[in-house]
């Protein structure tokens, strides 16, 4: 029976829920929230206007066909499927295509200042692995206007008061309760297993707390900081999901990494060249000499090798990324035909991005965000010079476990609870943090698309599954908050007392160097078992750091000790289900089993920690094919089984174009843009 | 020898606790494409300044490295920056020492971080939101002329760095002024075709004491925003906006 009432909870309080991180997707699922009457506690790391979102460069699709190209939802469902290689379940992936096209319309509304055709509509540009223009831009920052377009919005409801189930408001008790600088440290649940609330810390003032909440969503993006350097924030360290995975969620996939195959390599960071600048037109080369010694802009045309234009000829400059870094690793790695550098005397692991071929007033208006990034830490002008490039790790398709409802249309049923819900009641998951959307491999300008729809998924969800709870959070006994945050108080402290001779940030470079080497593009077998056997080498050295900092302030280095704890939990999830799966499909390659395997493994990978239940007493991982979970009474049954419903699965080819998509004719009309390798023949 | 560089940094343990404010110096390795991060992750590896004292490693802000999220700015040899983009072969070609300061205008935390949660609240103070009725599926948006969104996309790219301020001789302790930021939020939701219906509303926010009087135009804003925001002309049509709301606003009413 449902508590009586759905906004008050019985000794009055106000029922709460709590969403941890402020990007897209946590943005998106607070303003759902709050439109469904739902007040939200939103707990963030930083300001969430300064969250990894506002890295996204190059756009949003939605099969909006502005260019009268015949694009629709169904060809942009079929190429999300193909592109991540038949991984992901198709339900969600159809409901996320569907709602596209509202969901960019409704960023404009915001004040979204996307780029705009002569007549005053909406832009589109080209993305990798389709033949469309279905990329929603503004300039090359969009991922930095979606944000702050949601989080205006959050921050209105900031100023506006809760209003109950007879319609009276409470003053001062508002809608949106914002605390930022804030770090997750793990789920309060009850005897029963229900997510009861959260328990996090204030980074500056270091208090930990555990504050009540009714359900919970987990936001907190992706685990890139794991490889060390990537395209992502200092902030992804994963260390959320990490948390509630070894308080009993699954996590799913974890061994799909993709690596962006533009990045520029630097000493803290490796900064992304977003998809947009082949997208555009660019185009990616490396000199047919390995010992050529002119500049980069000197090389005519006809000493130059377009090797992704010249394999592909179907999609050209604009395969999946996935495809296009393993061949800049074949070019640089395997072949040393990289760019020679005269100084060094050897071919460095970088190849050409050139845009110098490309009118520099259009460049200026539609990649400005991205160029400048290249002249700022490059110092070398990207009008003038061809770009210098190498891949990088970029995204986690795989993420926490979260089930959906299919609906009788293919897609998802609106408001189920258990869309987007993880195997721990009460709690969600959504954005990079989560598994659905991108199978093996995600398609450029779908995560923020991904982003915004599992928010619109969420909220819906939360507020479904709040209104079902038979006892509000808020009437839980306070014992129950306070023996959670001894808990955590007590881990807290006792990092805090190490006083061993090894650096956590060192830790954390020997990780990072290792995961890179030996578990992004080429997988072997035998060199995941080393690093296995290493992390838990890593791991024992973690547990004999030094703190330098006794501070009970602003203490970052103890967070990190934490973070780093956390990183080296996921890192075996990630290596560990990369050596399991014995095939190749999207992201994940093995030369050893270079050809995808549906028989054995069009799977979802599912794992779950098993506590001291490795070989030698460390944390083990339980892989399981199937999984039972209560959501407000019901008993659910799920197995690792992949819903492909809606596209049949076949061979991933992109040497043809329109390969695809069934429903694409691959006869696109060729635009004004100067695209001339990657348009169709 | 390796190249070495000299970073000093000026820290404080709080901002309650004046008495610890001390500069430390630290010798780094140097490394190709270094930057100020770097130089600052490298002493958290070793924590040990240059006289030998192990200390604890320095406390800054950071999050995406590529001067897209407004967190890392700092005084970096005297200029306030943000520190992602302070590259250590441009400050120091010949070796010199980098000075790193927390900016002066916010109170302290710790080291280098500062507390901006003022500019996040002058956001909500000039209403720097487009009035949505709600997110369901209502069509497309209005129509925008390319001109429009040229104008209104460098205004849109403000990271809340608090560059701006910390440049402003207005922005002090005796004045309440609210800054450059802040005002030029309310150009860009005023240009937008729905935001405009609220303009008065917004104009208003910056009309009265701490608001665009203030300004007195020592230009510093735009010299120091690293997203070269032209402020100063946000200022002045924000101006010319308020002036004629005073005058004529009225009669709309």
Redesign the interface.
């Known amino acids: 029976m449902a508590a009586k009432s759905v906004t008050l909870s019985t000794s009055g309080k106000v029922r709460r829920v709590a969403v941890v991180g402020g990007g897209l997707a946590g943005l998106?699922t607070t303003?759902?929230l709050c439109?469904a009457g739902v007040p939200v506690d939103l707990f963030s790391l930083?300001?969430v206007?300064?969250?990894?979102s506002?890295?996204a460069q190059g756009g949003i699709n939605a099969s909006v066909n502005t260019k009268g190209e015949g694009d629709s939802p169904q060809v942009h469902l079929e190429e999300t499927v193909y592109g991540g290689d038949f991984l992901a379940n198709q339900p969600p992936v159809k409901g996320m295509a569907d709602a596209a096209p509202?969901i960019v319309?409704?960023l404009?509304?915001?004040?979204v200042?996307?780029?705009?055709?002569?007549?005053?509509?909406?832009d589109f540009r080209r993305f990798g692995g389709t033949l469309f223009h279905r990329t929603a831009f503004?300039?090359a920052?969009t991922g930095?206007?979606l944000l702050?377009a949601l989080d205006?919005?959050v921050?209105?409801f900031?100023?506006i008061d809760f209003e109950d189930d007879k319609g009276r408001t409470i003053p001062g008790e508002r809608m949106v309760r914002k605390f930022e600088f804030w770090d997750f440290l793990s789920l309060v649940q009850d005897d029963a297993g229900i997510t009861r609330g959260v328990v996090v810390q204030d980074v500056?003032s270091m208090e930990i707390r555990a504050f009540p909440a009714d359900a919970v969503c987990l936001a907190t993006g992706g685990p890139g900081i794991v490889f060390g350097r990537s395209t992502n924030?200092?902030?992804n360290t994963g260390t959320a999901a990490s948390a509630v995975y070894q308080q009993g969620a699954c996590y799913a996939n974890g061994e799909c990494i993709q690596v962006h195959p533009t990045a520029i390599?630097?000493?803290?960071?490796l900064?992304?060249i977003s998809e947009s600048a082949r997208g555009e037109g660019g185009r990616v080369w490396v000199p047919k000499d390995p010992k050529e010694q002119r500049r980069g802009r000197d090389v005519p045309e006809k000493d130059r090798d377009y090797f992704l234009e010249d394999k592909y000829p179907g999609y050209g400059n604009l395969v999946p990324r996935d495809i296009a870094s393993r061949e800049l690793f074949l070019k640089c790695f395997h072949q040393h035909a990289g760019v020679y550098n005269a100084k060094s005397g050897k071919n460095e692991n970088e190849v050409y991005l050139d845009l110098t071929h490309l009118p520099k007033d259009a460049l200026r208006?539609k990649l400005a965000?991205i160029l400048e990034?290249y002249e700022?830490?490059v110092?070398e002008d990207p009008y003038e010079n061809p770009m210098r490039v190498f891949p990088a790790v970029h995204y986690s398709m795989g993420g926490l476990w979260v089930d959906f409802e299919k609906g009788p249309d293919g897609g998802l049923v609106k408001g189920s609870p258990r869309n987007q819900s993880t195997n721990l009641e009460g709690l969600y998951a959504a954005g990079e943090v989560d598994y659905q959307y991108h199978g093996a491999n995600r398609l450029g300008a779908n995560s923020l698309l991904s982003c915004i729809y599992a928010g619109?998924v969420t909220g819906p969800a939360m507020a479904t599954y709040r209104s079902n709870l038979s006892r509000s959070s808020w009437d839980m006994p306070s014992g129950l908050f306070e023996k959670a945050e001894r808990r955590e108080r007590e881990k807290y402290e006792a990092i805090l007392k190490m006083d061993g001779d090894e650096?956590p940030?060192?830790i954390h470079?020997e990780l990072g160097n290792m995961m890179l080497l030996d578990v992004t593009i080429e997988r072997h077998n035998d060199k995941l078992d080393k690093v296995l056997a290493n992390i838990e080498e890593l791991d024992a050295r973690t547990r004999k750091v030094g703190v330098?900092?006794?501070?009970g302030?602003?203490n970052?280095?103890t967070a990190f000790v934490r973070h780093l704890q956390n990183m080296l939990v996921l890192a075996r999830v990630i290596a560990q289900g990369a050596r399991n799966r014995d095939e190749s499909r999207g992201a994940h390659f093995k030369p050893e089993f270079p050809e995808r395997d549906d028989v054995n493994w069009q799977r979802t990978t599912m794992a779950l920690h098993a506590k001291g239940g490795g070989a030698k007493g460390h944390d083990g991982i339980n892989y399981v094919r199937e999984l039972d979970y209560s959501l407000a009474g019901q008993k659910i049954h799920v197995t690792d089984a992949i819903d492909i419903s809606l596209v049949k699965p076949r061979p991933r080819k992109y040497e043809t174009a329109g390969a695809a998509s069934a429903a694409a004719t691959g006869d696109i009309k060729k635009t004004d843009d100067a695209k001339p390798a990657t348009a169709a023949t | 020898m390796a190249k070495t560089i000299t970073l000093k940094v000026q820290r404080q343990d709080s901002g309650d606790r004046p008495e610890t404010k001390r500069w430390e110096e630290f010798a780094v390795e140097w490394h190709p494409r270094m930057n100020v991060i770097s130089a600052l992750m490298e002493i958290r590896k070793n924590p040990v300044t240059s006289s030998g004292k192990t200390v604890a490693p320095v406390v800054w802000e950071s999050v995406c490295l590529e001067e897209v999220c407004g967190s890392c700015t700092m005084i970096v040899n005297g200029k306030v920056r943000q520190s992602c983009t302070a590259l250590i072969d441009q400050l120091s070609p010949n070796g010199e020492t980098v000075t790193l300061q927390p900016m002066s205008k916010f109170p302290l935390v710790r080291d280098l971080v500062v507390d901006r949660s003022r500019m996040f609240k002058d956001l909500k103070t000039v209403k720097a939101w487009i009035q949505l009725d709600g997110t369901h599926e209502l069509g497309p948006g209005p129509r925008q002329s390319q001109e429009n969104q040229e104008e209104a996309y460098p205004l849109s790219r403000c990271m809340t760095c608090g560059c701006c301020l910390e440049a402003c001789p207005q922005v002090n302790e005796h004045s309440s002024f609210i800054g450059p930021a802040a005002i030029n939020q309310v150009r860009l939701f005023n240009l937008h075709p729905s935001g405009k219906m609220h303009a008065g509303e917004r104009l208003e926010t910056i009309m009265g004491a701490g608001g665009i009087a203030d300004c007195g135009k020592a230009q510093n804003c735009v010299e120091v925003c690293p997203k070269e925001i032209p402020l100063v002309d946000s200022i002045a049509v924000m101006g010319r906006e308020t002036t004629k709301h005073l005058l004529f606003g009225w009669l709309l009413k």
């Open positions: 998106m303003i759902k439109e930083v300001p206007k300064r969250s990894h506002v890295c509202g319309f409704m404009d509304r915001m004040g200042p996307f780029n705009r055709t002569p007549e005053g509509l909406l503004a300039g920052t930095q206007q702050y205006e919005q921050r209105r900031e100023t500056k924030s200092v902030i390599p630097g000493a803290d960071k900064r992304l208006k965000g990034i700022k830490f110092g619109m650096n940030y060192r470079e330098t900092d006794t501070s302030h602003s970052q280095g």
